[in-house]
């Protein structure tokens, strides 16, 4: 069964603490992994987008990395208005779409 | 540029009823997709259009319906409301199927 999993639930850091999030997932052919981030009562916003294992995607203090299992999303020096559910979605290969999402990350950033 | 444009935005109804909802993607956007958000389940995917035809579809009954017309506009539908559909309802547009989703503000339904 295709899976995605995303730890940890929750995270609090202190500003300026750097951390990572992580994605895990067990497909059966993957297109494109996506991270998005979400505000409350607001729709999801695009951060990236990878498509092979290996690629790395930078946005000012984001990155995030994909192998073959998992992606990371590393935050540095986070800031309060990083504080946002961080979500995981992975688009599959074949012959119609199909979307596996993870729960999300809920990501507070204390000043 | 416009994004992506959810009508309405709250949407209180009553359970048995049934409810349209509607998004407008951003020009030139041809895949719409609905996603159901619960802070049980997370997102959830319920069907992606592209051209005016259903591409895929996901685990949700019947009661869940949805179009797309020429223009690339989706509405979505839910009959005979249950108070398990209160949701957050999602709309992502894409250029192309599986590519670069825009997603909209949503609509907030509560059934009850």
């Known amino acids: 069964e295709d899976q995605v999993t995303q730890s940890p639930e929750a995270l609090r850091l202190q500003e300026g603490e750097s951390s990572s999030l992580n994605c895990s997932y067990t497909?059966?052919?993957?297109?494109?992994l996506f991270w998005y981030r979400q505000d409350p009562g607001k729709g999801p916003e695009f951060l990236f987008t990878l498509y092979s294992a290996g690629e790395e995607k930078e946005k000012e203090r984001l990155k995030a990395t994909l192998t073959k299992k998992e992606s990371f999303l590393h935050i540095t020096a986070p800031k309060p208005e990083d504080s946002a559910t961080y979500l995981c979605f992975l688009t599959l290969q074949g012959g119609s779409e199909k979307l596996v999402f993870g729960k999300g990350t809920k990501l507070t950033v204390n000043p | 540029k416009a994004g992506v444009t959810q009508t309405p935005r709250y949407l209180i109804k009553t359970r048995g009823q049934q409810v349209t909802l509607s998004c407008s993607p951003i020009s030139g956007h041809r895949s719409v997709s609905w996603y159901q958000q619960t802070p049980g389940q997370g997102l959830q995917f319920l069907f992606e259009y592209f051209s005016e035809t259903q591409r895929n579809k996901g685990n949700f009954p019947g009661r869940f319906s949805g179009r797309q017309f020429s223009n690339s506009r989706s509405e979505m539908n839910v009959s005979t409301l249950e108070l398990g559909d209160s949701a957050l309802y999602l709309c992502?547009?894409?250029?192309?199927?599986?590519?670069?989703?825009?997603f909209g503000s949503g609509t907030r339904l509560t059934v009850v």
């Open positions: 497909v059966s052919g993957l297109r494109g």
């Open positions: 992502a547009s894409s250029l192309r199927q599986g590519y670069g989703y825009t």
